[in-house]
């Protein structure tokens, strides 16, 4: 089964996009926060990452590129969760390293068919 | 430059000089006419007389003594009526010499009259003498001889006289020249002060004021820093010093007014921002209420009742006006900031309006509106092209939306009088004639569009207006309710044709 890592500080959108994950046939690690998340993507090697990019102490970005750093994580898929639709934001993310970006409000039916989109290319 | 004075002690001193001049060159012309006037006085009424009287004796008693002679030689009676009538005569003019004879003159006078009293009492001894006589002939000796003192006397007094008339018309020629040598030198003097004291009056004067007019073309030009230095008569620097104050208060007001308008940009700055802040805050609020509305509508989470089908459109509805209520938010906080903008260059309006209708033209066909479109390109204009796309966005998606089933909206777009021209005309409500006014105005909806629940934020028009505003162009809105409504945009044409690109 594939294991999907999602951090979000906000626990509504948290469970949200986890329900909707195992729904989808997907085992699902959710936490709160940057270094958890950090920690669950080292000792549980998720296949995919869905991260906040607001979260306070390590932002997503910030995990996203530590994650990028690591040999054992660095080639994991990674999707960032943004508030922000400025250029910037996005540019900042794809700098950091993200496959994709989805900008908040999201629809959850949106966010599953770009993750198993993202999933079917990095098998091909 | 010396810093005392004033202009009117300044021109008071010169005047006063000036003055003294003409009165000093007066007085003396009036002393010099005062010695004159003595001298002539002299001359015609004093010395010219007894000159005339003295010669007048001398002539009366020669006649008388060349009668009494010829007389008392020949006997002739003749020369005895002469003698009588210069005798006669005489008195007259001794009385004439006597009261001519005073001051020095007197005592010559008097020696003059002794003598020839001397001679009148021989004469008349004489007279009385038989002429031929021996008697006769001795006084004729003695009579010679007195006349002869009397003769040397009065000649030598009439020399005497000469040379003092002469004397007195000399000094008064001499003094003729030196008052003509003095009345020019002084009138000389005076016209040289008067040049010398306008040239320096001139310039003490035009300095100081050359100085200010400098100062204030200089601050006209926007040299704050100018300043006029303090010199001259008192009256100009009161000028410097009134104009000096004023440039501080200028200056003052100045700064003021700079601290209140980056206050202001603060402030304006701190409420973007703080709507920008919001509009990201409630996102994800938002993405909850959708993202759990849409999870309650999946068939997966159980069948749902009509009513409860009908609840959560409503739901759905009004998070999905909250969102685009944030979005316009976000974006109008983002162009009037001008973090919304994409590169700036010459963009073909043509091929803007050619996007706007592809993203649109789904719209209308579901809401079964026709779009007609009638550009001719090329539309060079200068901006900014995601700021355009937008705008064409707004006008054509608010067009589309108020106009009901079956009807039409058409885009025009030329070039005209150096500007692109785009209409943007729809066959929808219309915008009622009273609110027309407010149609720019952040959050306004036309009470005829709430009424029909037509959706929308209020901020589509309010960012056409500023994107207008930031291009440097201009929007009119003609409306007649029910009829339909026309927006016509004007902005600048690009005019180097060459930086149109090719399409």
């Not at chain 2, 590169?343 to 509106?369: C, M």
Request: net charge negative.
């Amino acid at each position: 089964m594939t294991v999907v890592l999602v951090a979000d500080d906000d626990a509504d959108i948290r469970d949200l996009v986890a329900f909707k994950l195992e729904q989808a046939g997907f085992e699902v690690i959710a936490v709160e926060d940057g270094h958890t998340a950090l920690e669950q993507a080292r000792s549980n090697q998720p296949t995919l990452a869905v991260l906040d990019v607001s979260m306070p102490g390590l932002s997503g970005i910030d995990v996203c590129r530590m994650l990028r750093a690591e040999p054992a994580t660095a080639e994991m898929l990674i999707i960032m969760l943004t508030a922000r639709v400025q250029e910037q934001d996005v540019e900042g993310g794809f700098s950091a390293g993200a496959d994709d970006y989805v900008t908040k409000p999201f629809s959850p039916r949106e966010l599953v068919s770009r993750i198993q989109a993202l999933l079917s290319r990095a098998r091909a | 430059m010396r810093d005392d004075g004033s202009v009117s002690r300044l021109l008071s001193r010169a005047f006063g000089v000036l003055v003294a001049l003409i009165v000093g060159a007066g007085l003396i012309e009036l002393a010099v006419v005062l010695v004159q006037h003595n001298t002539v006085h002299q001359l015609t009424e004093k010395v010219q007389p007894l000159e005339l009287a003295n010669d007048h004796v001398a002539d009366v008693v020669a006649g008388a003594q060349w009668a009494i002679r010829v007389y008392s030689v020949t006997g002739d009676r003749r020369t005895l009526e002469l003698y009588d009538l210069a005798r006669k005569g005489y008195a007259a003019t001794v009385d004439d010499l006597r009261a001519l004879g005073v001051g020095s003159d007197k005592a010559e006078v008097v020696r003059q009259i002794a003598l020839m009293d001397t001679w009148w009492a021989v004469a008349e001894q004489q007279r009385a003498a038989t002429p031929r006589s021996p008697e006769a002939l001795r006084y004729v000796e003695r009579a010679q001889t007195i006349f002869d003192e009397f003769s040397t006397a009065n000649e030598g007094f009439q020399i005497a006289l000469a040379e003092r008339s002469d004397k007195l018309h000399r000094q008064s020629v001499v003094l003729w020249w030196a008052t003509l040598g003095v009345a020019s030198t002084i009138t000389l003097g005076a016209a040289a002060i008067a040049v010398h004291t306008g040239v320096r009056t001139r310039r003490r004067i035009l300095e100081p004021l050359r100085d200010v007019v400098e100062v204030l073309e200089g601050r006209q030009a926007g040299d704050r820093a100018a300043r006029a230095p303090v010199h001259g008569p008192a009256e100009l620097r009161a000028v410097a010093e009134a104009l000096n104050a004023a440039a501080d208060q200028s200056d003052l007001v100045r700064r003021h007014e700079q601290q209140v308008a980056s206050r202001l940009q603060a402030l304006d700055h701190a409420k973007t921002d703080f709507m920008s802040t919001v509009s990201h805050e409630l996102r994800t609020p938002l993405t909850s209420i959708s993202g759990y509305v849409e999870l309650l509508r999946d068939p997966e989470a159980g069948e749902l009742t009509d009513a409860q089908q009908r609840m959560l459109e409503v739901i759905s509805r009004n998070a999905r006006r909250l969102r685009d209520l944030i979005e316009d938010i976000l974006t109008l906080s983002r162009i009037e900031t001008g973090e919304f903008r994409s590169e700036v260059g010459v963009v073909d309006l043509g091929e803007v309006i050619e996007r706007a209708i592809g993203v649109i033209a789904p719209a209308a066909t579901k809401a079964s509106v026709g779009l007609h479109c009638d550009v001719r390109g090329p539309l060079p204009t200068r901006g900014d092209g995601a700021q355009l796309d937008r705008m064409l966005n707004n006008l054509l998606s608010n067009a589309v939306k108020f106009t009901p089933a079956e009807g039409t909206v058409t885009i025009r777009a030329e070039l005209h009088d150096g500007k692109v021209a785009l209409t943007v005309s729809d066959t929808g409500m219309g915008i009622p004639a009273d609110e027309q006014q407010a149609l720019f105005a952040r959050f306004f909806r036309a009470t005829n569009a709430i009424h029909q629940a037509v959706p929308g934020t209020g901020l589509g028009l309010a960012i056409v207006r500023t994107i207008i505003d930031n291009h440097a162009g201009t929007i009119d809105v003609e409306s007649t309710e029910n009829v339909g409504t026309t927006v016509t945009i004007r902005l600048p044409a690009e005019t180097e044709v060459s930086a149109v690109p090719t399409r």
